[in-house]
């Protein structure tokens, strides 16, 4: 079994920057893709950013893309997301999730990711 805790995120003004991070522990750990997917207050969980494993290839949701930044460090099997330039409607409780490679489907869905992190809340002030 993999377990993925999230640690990092916090209360920030608008503006600010905050960086996420995501560490994988438990069994050999070999997945496909690792990313990052939020959910606000009475809505859906969307994705946010996901990074492959082995080619480090990234894919961001349209609305962070320039502000956010996902990275990995496959030595400590740990992903981050660094967020810049934060807004009050990127407040949600942020979750890591991570796949394996005999998953199919798209990245950019929920039903993609097998392992999922506790959340970690992110609050942006106006």
């Known amino acids: 079994q993999v377990q993925l805790e999230e640690s990092g995120g916090g209360l920030v003004q608008a503006g600010g920057s905050l960086r996420l991070s995501c560490a994988a522990s438990?069994?050999?750990?070999?997945?496909?893709?690792m990313g990052w997917f939020r959910q606000a207050p009475g809505k859906e969980r969307e994705f946010v950013a996901t990074?492959?494993?082995?080619?480090?290839?990234?894919y961001y949701r349209d609305s962070v893309k320039g502000r956010f930044t996902i990275s990995r460090d496959n030595a400590k099997n740990t992903v981050y997301l660094q967020m810049m330039n934060l807004k009050p409607e990127d407040t949600a409780v942020y979750y890591c999730?991570?796949?394996?490679?005999?998953?199919?489907?798209?990245?950019?869905?929920?039903?993609?990711?097998?392992?999922w992190g506790q959340g970690t809340q992110v609050t942006v002030s106006s």
């Open positions: 990074i492959t494993w082995g080619a480090g290839s990234t």
């Open positions: 999730a991570a796949d394996d490679v005999t998953r199919r489907g798209s990245l950019y869905q929920t039903g993609r990711y097998i392992y």
């Open positions: 438990g069994r050999t750990f070999s997945p496909y893709a």
